[in-house]
């Protein structure tokens, strides 16, 4: 059944663990707005030149403050081109500087963030997966030694692995496996007459890692053969085999 307060426990764990990764990106995107936003300053902050637009060369870098605001505004907005366009003009070599700033606090931030989601999302989802399997098992074994017969060589006749499949299919949640298809389950994979239609403890694991499955049988042969004998023994059909 669902359970709703699992799923909030869950997905409140999967927050709290990516805004654990996300403090560290986001440390490194502090540090590179206000290292670019020092360096703006420091280039900008007495220059009073007005550009070919009749622009103010340092406009938006005048203080420290304002230059911090400029980068920031330009790292997270599309308004980069207004905010580096008064520098570029003046001397096209900024553009050097404007390129590192907007790669490393737009683009290598984004994808550091998309890395990080990606990670900790594979990283809970692998140890959830591991927790799964891990139970599941310890849970075959428990129905393996309850169902074996007991000796040196446990295993698990046909009747018994028929038994618990009858009562697996009536739960819910879990495919009508009916007991001729159980029988063809069990020869499948392992419980044949060469291993004494019997199954022991990794085949009968093999087998029960395959009747979540939802299985079915259809016939060997087409109706043609019981409508129209002698078309279906033409050497025409016979091809078509």
């Given amino acids: 059944t669902f359970n709703p307060s699992f799923s909030r426990?869950?997905?409140?764990?999967?927050?709290?663990?990516?805004?654990?990764?996300?403090?560290?990106?986001?440390?490194?995107?502090?540090?590179?707005?206000?290292?670019?936003?020092?360096?703006s300053v420091t280039l900008f902050e007495d220059?009073?030149?007005?550009?070919?637009?009749?622009?103010?060369?340092?406009?938006?870098?005048?203080t420290f403050g304002?230059?911090?605001y400029?980068?920031?505004?330009?790292?997270?907005?599309?308004?980069?081109?207004?905010?580096f366009n008064p520098s570029f003009s003046q001397r096209r070599s900024y553009e050097f500087l404007w390129f590192m700033c907007l790669f490393l606090s737009n683009f290598l931030f984004i994808n550091l963030i998309l890395a990080m989601v990606f990670e900790t999302y594979s990283n809970r989802f692998e140890r959830a997966m591991k927790v799964i399997y891990d139970n599941r098992r310890k849970g075959l074994e428990k129905v393996f030694d309850l169902i074996a017969t007991k000796g040196e060589e446990p295993e698990v006749s046909l009747s018994s692995f028929q038994e618990l499949l009858?009562?697996?299919?009536?739960?819910?949640?879990?495919?009508n496996i009916n007991s001729e298809n159980a029988e063809y389950i069990f020869v499948a994979l392992g419980g044949g007459q060469d291993s004494g239609n019997t199954l022991d403890s990794e085949e009968f694991h093999q087998v029960s890692s395959n009747i979540d499955y939802h299985f079915w049988t259809c016939p060997k042969d087409s109706p043609l053969e019981k409508v129209?004998?002698?078309?279906?023994?033409?050497?025409?059909?016979?091809?078509?085999k």
Wanted: glycine share 6%; charged share 15%.
């Fill in 228 to 240: 129209f004998p002698k078309l279906y023994q033409t050497k025409f059909m016979k091809t078509l």
């Fill in 47 to 62: 220059d009073r030149h007005i550009n070919p637009e009749h622009v103010h060369v340092n406009l938006g870098f005048e």
């Fill in 166 to 175: 009858g009562s697996y299919s009536e739960s819910a949640q879990a495919p």
């Fill in 70 to 83: 400029t980068i920031f505004v330009a790292s997270t907005t599309h308004q980069f081109l207004e905010t």
């Fill in 9 to 39: 426990n869950q997905l409140l764990c999967s927050l709290l663990g990516i805004v654990e990764e996300w403090v560290s990106v986001a440390s490194f995107w502090s540090g590179t707005v206000l290292f670019f936003a020092w360096i």
């Fill in 66 to 68: 304002r230059g911090l």
